[in-house]
């Protein structure tokens, strides 16, 4: 059996702002799944978009010991985020 690491990262401003422009957009699932894309967002350490089989955004993070680590979050996540009321997202190692 193989042992997943398991790391929580804390919501920094960056991501904060991500999630704040993306509930700017007022889309839904819906209208997200129509142009979902797995780079529309790059900031600092931060790449993803969309992901039209998840029905969620999916994000690559650059952790600082250079290790990349992946994470989901929902729509309604990503209002909590933007809002300051989500402080957590669990990050996922690649496999």
């Excluded at 904060?16 to 819906?30: N, T």
């Excluded at 142009?35 to 994000?59: A, R």
């Excluded at 209002?79 to 996922?92: P, T």
Aim: charged fraction near 30%; proline fraction near 4%; hydrophobic fraction near 35%.
């Amino acid at each position: 059996m193989k042992i997943q690491t398991h790391k929580q990262l804390r919501v920094d401003d960056e991501l904060r702002g991500i999630c704040q422009s993306i509930i700017s957009e007022e889309k839904s699932d819906e209208d997200w799944l129509k142009i979902e894309s797995d780079d529309m967002f790059q900031v600092g350490p931060y790449e993803g978009g969309y992901s039209g089989i998840e029905q969620e955004f999916w994000f690559s993070y650059l952790y600082p010991d250079s290790k990349e680590w992946w994470f989901g979050f929902s729509l309604p996540d990503a209002k909590r985020i933007a809002e300051g009321n989500l402080l957590y997202i669990d990050l996922i190692e690649p496999t």
